[in-house]
């Protein structure tokens, strides 16, 4: 196009606006490795977590922070200090950029390693076994976690290897290295008997291995040696025991023992009743098993209705951030499925399968599934079942449910 004088007015314009537009770019990184530096200011755990909490809920601006972060370190780590770096490790990590996350881990724990800190190297080498393990890169998680329990130090640093050994557990546990486990946490439990925390790593891993009666007696001891441990802070010691009858109830389920299940869930509902994932819990496995279906139904929508009041209390929360977690709509559409109300039972499934985090679950799936052929809508069923089988399952009760979507497919499709 031929520019003519009549437009250069409007061109001159154009351009000026181009050129300070430029000129702003142009000082954008400038002002973002600022940002950066001013990391390395910030101590103390409190104001570290802080920073992290902000930096996370400011996903677009963050993420241009750690891409400046990240060419700033290839050209020169030195500039890093361990706070900034940490602040960094763990923002990255909370955006679900791994890659970057472990590699600020990774000079954190260089840093850490040259101010010769046990608890920095600790948090450094945790940091990248738990990335690594997120990516379900579990022999490397074992690797990372095996040459931090290979380094010789103080009595600080002997200590804060106890805090890696569990990741270096599960890493084993998950490849299926369940005898290797097996004779960490036996050699624990020997060197530290009647410790409350080396007897529930012991029960997880009989869980992992199978032996579910045995993992049952296990977290049982546990929850007694919780009870006697008089050197714990008391809000601690219930924090604790909260945790172990949690799962001790998953356990249960896990053997058909609903009553025992929900007589655990009972007991954590008297102590906190409103509880979202208490009152969740004890719903969904009834319902599961056709039990008190309408006790259900209330305490699932009790759920519901808490985990709003919670959200409402948090200024903080973004719009995106601010609804129902997929777990309580899929037990809600369940309970109603159970109940014979399938029309009723689809909307909340449909929500839960739209979440970025329920869309990972094979079993939120196949409920919504199972709807849609109750209703008479095959088409729709068939095509559930097949992104349900698209999905990256681990652990043996997503691998069962994936044998069963299999058979539900097959059946629907004639085959």
Known sequence: M???????????????AALTAGAARAEE???????VLKLNSITGDEPVANKVRELVKDKAGTEKLLKTAEDMVKLNSKQFQYPGAVILARSAAGLKN???SLRFFKLCGEIATKVKSASKMEEAYQGQIIILLEQKKYSEAEK????FMELQGDEKLEEAKLGVVELLVTAKTRQGKITDAMKIVDALNQEFKGEWYFTQLK??????AGKLEDSVKAYTETLDLLSKAERMKPAQQEAQTNRIRYILSSVYVELNQIDKAAEQLQTLLKKKPDSPSFNNDLGYIWADHDMNLDESEKLIRKALDEDRKLRSKDKDLTKDED???PEYLDSLGWVLFKKKQFAEAKKPLLEAVKDPDGGQHIEIFDHLADVHMALGEKAEAIAVWKKALDLDVSGKR????QQEVVKKLKAAEGK
Do not use: G, N
Request: proline share 5%.
């Open 323 to 325: 609804k129902d977690k």
């Open 144 to 147: 990372v976690a095996q040459s």
């Open 29 to 35: 990184p400038a002002d973002l490795k600022e940002k």
């Open 2 to 16: 031929k520019l003519t004088r009549t437009m250069w007015p409007l061109f001159a314009t154009v351009l000026a």
């Open 98 to 100: 791994y890659d970057l």
């Open 398 to 401: 997503d691998q069962k449910r």
């Open 203 to 208: 029960a997880r891993v009989l869980f992992d």
